[in-house]
């Protein structure tokens, strides 16, 4: 039996919260006694003298890719259902400028974002002044992520969700621990390198700074007195604010172009009963019933791809449980009906002197039913002639001719 990863998210959201708060404390103070709430700490491992961040945060990857591949191992973790539930799709280019964004972050301020937070809780000015820049800009990029180049730029180089010993073509039972093996042996090696390169620029160390004084008090004094408003305010029933709206449609035609040639951009949920899903649906779609759909956590979801939902018929309204979802919401135009009709039925072959319009859409439908259905394409229709062919000639051409 595998682990519930998704538990938590689902329809013991308020006990995953409690959870999460405790780890995060647990985590949090694992920092700051490990000297990660000092931006001089942190920085240091740009200037070579002091590799404990990098050597921290190495053993800490390395240890728990190591304890999910045991778990794998034994049966207990389902490492496909781990990734669908706690970690993003790869969006190449986004990432990329993202990641060399955060580096220039943490080099300037001495913190990345979670660091921050622990030198704020613990009193420091600068941790304090780096948390609201984190805010600030993520609240300035939410607002923006959605309008024109940006827009486009946030979805460019989608992936989908990647695993490395796929992309290295190795067999699916051994290609992790093969993967761990590789990667703890990389992370020896870099260990070994960071001794190395420590011990070379040991003279380089400033003198310790003093501590923060009367102005570190009064932040961490600040900081838990929001503490204690927001467990109290964890207490108030809050609603939701979630209404039933339409839903934006999407026919069968736009689907079937997108289950074929960007399947990673479209996250396709069939509502229908969970026996006729079973029996037939849309390729890579996920069979939810529609009591069920709370459980999938889609408001903590990224939003990153579009959700497109699969009824028997029309849905006239996104059920409250999707409504949450921070992409676009979708439903299938005709619901399941429409999809038989065009995606899984050859059409019926065009008669001969078909239009060029015609004629590519006709191959257009064949294509999709032959793909998605495994159905054998009919024959194209003939060619419209000018003239009917003349009567064939015979003899004088030797051998079996008459």
């Known amino acids: 039996m595998t682990l519930p990863i998704w538990s938590l998210s689902g329809g013991q959201h308020e006990l995953g919260l409690l959870v999460g708060v405790a780890i995060g404390f647990g985590f949090g103070f694992v920092l700051e006694r490990a000297g990660f709430g000092r931006a001089q700490k942190l920085s240091a491992q740009f200037d070579g003298y002091d590799m404990t961040v990098f050597k921290v945060m190495f053993t800490a990857v390395v240890t728990a890719m190591l304890g999910t591949i045991v778990l794998g191992g034994l049966g207990v973790l389902d490492y496909r259902a781990l ?56 609240l300035a990029y939410a607002g923006l992520e959605h309008r024109g180049w940006l827009a486009r730029f946030h979805a460019s180089g989608a992936h989908g969700r990647l695993f490395l010993y796929d992309l290295l073509h190795l067999p699916a039972r051994a290609g992790a621990p ?34 923060g004084g009367r102005a570190g008090r009064l932040v961490f004094g600040g900081m838990t007195a929001f503490a204690a408003v927001a467990l109290a305010a964890a207490a108030l029933p809050i609603d939701s604010g979630v209404r039933p709206v339409a839903p934006g449609r999407l026919g069968a035609e736009a689907l079937a ?25 849309v390729p890579g779609a996920e069979c939810v019933a529609l009591d069920q759909l709370a459980a999938l956590g889609l408001a903590d979801e990224s939003g990153a ?45 065009l008669a001969p002197g078909a239009a060029p319009s015609e004629l590519e859409q006709y191959q257009l439908r064949v294509g999709l039913a032959s793909a998605l259905a495994g159905m054998k394409a009919a024959p194209l229709p003939p060619a419209a002639s000018a003239a009917a062919p003349g009567p064939r000639k015979g003899g004088g051409g030797g051998g079996c001719s008459g």
Do not use: N
Not at 110 to 134: E, F, H, N, Q, R
């Open 83 to 138: 990734v669908e539930h706690a970690a993003s799709e790869t969006f190449l280019w986004p990432m990329i400028l993202g990641g060399l964004a955060l580096g220039a972050g943490f080099v300037v301020s001495g913190y990345c974002p979670g660091t921050s937070y622990v030198a704020a809780a613990s009193g420091k000015v600068d941790g304090m002044v780096t948390v609201l820049g984190v805010v600030a800009g993520q």
């Open 178 to 211: 093969m993967v761990g093996l590789a990667v703890t042996a990389m992370a020896l090696g870099c260990f070994i390198g960071a001794e190395k390169l420590e011990s070379l620029l040991a003279g380089r160390a400033p003198a310790p700074a003093s501590p």
């Open 257 to 281: 172009r997108r289950v074929l040639e960007r399947p990673w951009a479209t996250r396709v949920i069939d509502v229908r009963p969970a026996a006729d899903c079973a029996a037939r649906r």
């Open 305 to 349: 791809r579009d959700l497109v939902l699969v009824g028997e018929g029309d849905l006239d309204a996104v059920p409250p449980a999707a409504s949450a979802y921070p992409g676009h919401v979708l439903a299938l135009e005709g619901g399941w009906k429409a999809w038989e009709s065009y995606a899984l039925t050859p059409p019926a072959p």
